[in-house]
């Protein structure tokens, strides 16, 4: 990832319009800023919410608050707590989100 050419910049999350994305089960609601190719998203999960495809997209994700559990594509699984992270490449290991409770996210792709 190359951070060019982004002047210093304050971002009112509760004034960044927001997109609803249904899953399998439950909705997430993404709150994106694009700055060059970098994409920044505060996203919400509902309670139960399932996604509905397999990610092979990298990411470095924060969980803000609420429970999310990742799951890999070859099975393995992960469940992150406020204050955890993951990252991952393009193309490494493809990845799903779910949550039982409901999980707010600040994610950079």
Same mark, same amino acid.
């Given at each position: 990832?190359?951070?060019? =050419? ?5 971002? #009112? ?8 994305? *249904? ?14 190719? +970098?994409? /920044? ?5 509902? *309670?139960?919410?399932?996604? #509905? ?9 924060? /969980?803000? #608050? ?7 594509? =070859? ?31 600040? +994610?950079? #792709?």
């Amino acid at each position: 990832m190359q951070m060019q =050419d982004i002047p210093f910049g304050v971002t #009112d999350w509760s004034a960044v319009p927001v997109t609803e994305h *249904p899953g399998v089960t439950g909705v997430a609601h993404w709150r994106t800023q694009n700055f060059g190719g +970098i994409r /920044v998203r505060m996203v919400e999960y509902s *309670p139960g919410y399932l996604a #509905d495809h397999w990610c092979s997209k990298g990411h470095i994700l924060l /969980v803000l #608050d609420g429970q999310l559990d990742t799951e890999l594509e =070859d099975g393995r699984t992960f469940t992150l707590l406020p204050g955890q992270s993951y990252q991952v490449a393009d193309h490494a290991e493809a990845h799903r989100s779910s949550t039982a409770s409901g999980a707010k996210l600040f +994610i950079v #792709d």
